[in-house]
């Protein structure tokens, strides 16, 4: 016999349960006071405010910790408030004056001077990203240290949205993307490190000028692919809070006792492009039959459930110069008819192209598969990675496109203007007077006026169909309890400035 | 060898479609935005001249910045590799111990109950997929039990649960290579002279058994770091383990080509590397094996 195999097995069974046991010690780790820990879904790419991953909403929800803007969006009394702005005024319709806050300071100990604002308004234009466009029109001077003229090249009445959306950096910043990596903003938060694929650490910025906040000592953002790992990190206790949840995990979360779950409206619209500059889209009457052929609510009570809700206009109602529209009116028989009105009675052969990143798409997709082929709409589902999806997209390479957009800014404008224009080149629409209506309404300062122009838009784009808006996403908040404080606010851009942990 | 990955790495990433500038900008820039972005990334001069300039750069060592993170792609790989070996060390380590630990076991009691266990749970562990085992494992030792954590990188109990699923299906296989390897070679009639000489039953098992059974082992090993990589890739993204696979794979979904390049290059260098010191293992094991 072999007595030195024979003991090898019990010794392993030994380490197997000395091993167990010293884990069972452990007990899991604990939360760390003042510490708030959230978990993203999304991959940090830059921290840049101005940079190539401006418009990312993991970059923005960051940025909002790190940084102040001049002004803020104020949903509830629907007006700008001050914010690193005192006061500003519109000189004429193309020459706007800001006055700093007194007395604010950069996380480097630098001043917040209109030098400052000078220098984030050219690095906007300079470092190339999706804001570039929102500030290509504007230039800055500093009238003296705390004053500040906005010049825009033609009356911009978007300039106090946009300007929600830009984080103000230090005069001494340099115009290269390597600012993403040590970001220094006047922000409730200060940057400490950001470990690429796993964390993100912030600080409390205890000279705040907004007094009393921010209430915890330290943010850490951490990097969480998979979402049942977040959701296991949020029972464990590891993390505190995460967010984008599934229908199935919400309703599994409802029931714990130590997990609170709610939910937020969003600036984001989920819809099915329909490409009007190929045949058989061309025909506005197959492009309406698509719209009344899909049962949006069906989807909405059950695939997406909790999670979006049927959408009621291009943007989402949230967002400034919303205006409601009549249901799409779903009925199968009438889209039959107005298909074969159109001369196409046997039906229409098209491409679907989608990229899964947004939730529960691939079942949202299996669902207008289904649906259109009730009518005769047979559609060829193609799932494609996001590197081609965002390529063919960009190139008008679809007949329709199952996608989704956030208003970043708030303000209409910024999916209306940057999308159906037909500069945009985007959805293969074209109207002369959609276009005339944008331009107009981009150029007009007052607010009321922009609004009655883009509610005219929006029944247009309602009426045309370039595309069936389908939903108005949510969002799913889950957090543990002692959380607290937390407010769920008006877009998919969270802070968590005012929150508090217990211990 | 190498040379022809770098060739073939920097063309395969161009073959695939998607446009890296459009992938970096995303779907709120205009497309004159990323028409510039895709200039100052070169990727708008002719193939041949990007692969001049690549190659040029390749011979001072040079392998690009990221296009995502601005930062020197070989740095970033180099920053990676430690999570990385971390991970692969513990699995293969766990994987030696118990795949000689059940291999021996069953080879002991050949066909006997224990045996036949050991076989099924062997061809178990091989065809269980490692992202389903993973979740298994964090709802079972993170969520239920509440033993290990569920994710990320930091203390040894960290990498308890990624190791362990990276390794079950080597674990699999090496233990029924190991049990034929000791079955066989047990029955030699060196073993049995050696047994017959007096031999204590240890000594006949590692200096007899165990160092012939050896070569086909550690051979199989190194043909098994190809779907070690394989797992790497899979497990880091389930327990948010931040290392070289899930590197690869960012940086493949967002065509950051400079990243690939020198990522998949440096991975093919490690596994050459590895390979050779497979061949070299054999001559430390058999001495009748020499490399002149």
């Known amino acids: 016999m072999m007595p030195m195999i024979g003991r090898l097995p019990r010794t392993a069974l030994l380490l197997v349960v000395i091993l167990a046991a010293s884990g069972l010690a452990q007990a899991g780790p604990a939360a760390q006071p003042g510490t708030l820990t959230v978990a993203y879904p999304q991959r940090v790419v830059s921290l840049d405010p101005h940079g190539t991953a401006a418009a990312e909403r993991i970059t923005i ?38 006055e700093l806050r007194r007395g604010v300071k950069f996380h480097d100990g630098s001043d917040l001077t209109a ?71 006047t922000g409730p938060f200060r940057f400490v490190e950001m470990v690429r694929d796993t964390r993100v650490v912030l600080e409390a910025n205890v000279n705040y000028w907004r007094p009393g906040i921010p209430k915890v000592r330290r943010l850490v953002f951490v990097d969480i692919p998979e979402l049942s790992g977040r959701v296991t990190a949020l029972e464990t206790g590891e993390i505190d809070m995460t967010f984008q949840l599934t229908p199935e995990e919400i309703r599994r979360l409802r029931g714990s006792t130590t997990i609170k779950i709610e939910v937020g409206p969003t600036f984001y619209t989920r819809f099915l492009w329909l490409n009007a500059s190929r045949k058989p889209l061309d025909d506005v009457r197959v492009r309406r039959a698509i719209a009344r052929a899909l049962n949006i609510s069906a989807i909405t009570s059950s695939l997406v459930a909790g999670i979006a809700k049927p959408a009621t206009a291009p943007i989402g109602s949230n967002v400034l110069c919303y205006a409601e529209q009549p249901p799409y009116g779903y009925s199968g028989a009438e889209a039959r008819r107005m298909l074969a009105e159109a001369g196409y009675a046997r039906g229409i052969d098209v491409e679907m192209k989608w990229n899964d990143a947004l939730p529960k798409e691939r079942e949202v997709a299996d669902a207008i598969v289904g649906q259109l082929a009730l009518v005769g709409v047979r559609v060829r589902s193609t799932l494609q990675p996001r590197a081609i999806w965002v390529d063919d997209l960009v190139r008008l390479n679809w007949d329709m496109n199952l996608l989704g957009t956030g208003a970043v800014t708030g303000d209409a404008d910024y999916s209306l203007g940057r999308l159906y224009h037909s500069r945009a080149r985007r959805t293969g629409y074209v109207n002369p007077e959609l276009d005339r209506l944008l331009d107009e309404a981009a150029s007009t300062v007052n607010t009321a006026a922009r609004c009655r122009l883009y509610q005219r838009v929006q029944e247009i784009l309602w009426s045309e169909v370039p595309g069936v808006f389908l939903f108005e996403s949510l969002e799913v908040y889950a957090y543990r309890t002692r959380v607290q404080s937390f407010t769920v606010p008006t877009s998919e851009i969270f802070s968590l400035s005012e929150v508090s942990v217990a211990p | 060898m190498i040379g022809g990955v770098v060739t073939i790495i920097f063309l395969i990433v161009r073959v695939i479609p998607g446009d890296p500038a459009a992938v970096l900008l995303g779907t709120h820039a205009t497309a004159e935005l990323i028409a510039e972005q895709r200039a100052k990334m070169g990727l708008d001069r002719p193939l041949a001249v990007q692969y001049a300039l690549f190659l040029r750069q390749v011979a001072v060592g040079d392998w690009g910045r990221s296009y995502h993170e601005g930062r020197p792609a070989f740095a970033i790989v180099l920053e990676r590799l430690p999570a990385t070996l971390e991970l692969a060390a513990a699995a293969i380590a766990a994987t030696l111990v118990l795949s000689v630990l059940l291999g021996s076991l069953a080879a002991r009691r050949i066909q006997s109950t224990a045996d036949y266990a050991i076989g099924v749970l062997s061809l178990v562990g091989q065809a269980i997929p490692n992202f389903w085992l993973g979740l298994v494992l964090i709802l079972v030792f993170a969520r239920t039990l509440r033993w290990l954590p569920s994710f990320g990188r930091g203390t040894p109990w960290h990498l308890v649960l990624p190791a362990v699923t990276l390794s079950v299906q080597l674990i699999g296989v090496m233990t029924r290579l190991i049990r034929a390897g000791i079955v066989e070679t047990a029955g030699q009639d060196y073993v049995r002279t050696a047994r017959a000489k007096g031999l204590a039953e240890p000594a006949v098992m590692t200096r007899h058994v165990y160092r012939n059974m050896l070569i086909p082992v550690v051979t199989m090993l190194g043909l098994q770091l190809g779907s070690l990589v394989a797992g790497v890739v899979v497990v880091e993204t389930v327990f948010a383990w931040p290392g070289l696979g899930r590197l690869i794979v960012t940086a493949i979904n967002n065509r950051d080509y400079p990243v690939v390049q020198a990522s998949v290059t440096f991975v093919a260098a490690l596994f050459v590397g590895l390979n050779l010191l497979v061949d070299l293992t054999y001559a430390a094991l058999d001495p009748r094996i020499r490399y002149t």
Request: charged share 20%; hydrophobic share 45%; proline share 10%.
């Open chain 1, 115 to 185: 030098e400052a604002v000078r220098t984030t308004i050219e690095r906007a234009k300079t470092v190339r990203g999706p804001l570039t466009p929102l500030f290509a029109s504007v230039t800055a001077e500093a009238t003296d240290p705390l004053r500040v003229v906005l010049r825009t090249a033609a009356p911009l009445g978007t300039l106090l949205s946009n300007l929600t959306m830009l984080g103000i950096v230090p005069a001494a910043t340099p115009m290269t993307p390597a600012f993403g990596d040590r970001p220094i903003g």
């Open chain 1, 61 to 98: 929800i960051l940025g909002r910790h790190l940084f102040d803007t001049l002004v803020t969006w104020d949903p509830a009394a629907k007006r700008f408030q001050p914010a690193l702005a005192e006061r500003w005024r519109s000189v004429n319709p193309t020459t706007w004056e800001f």
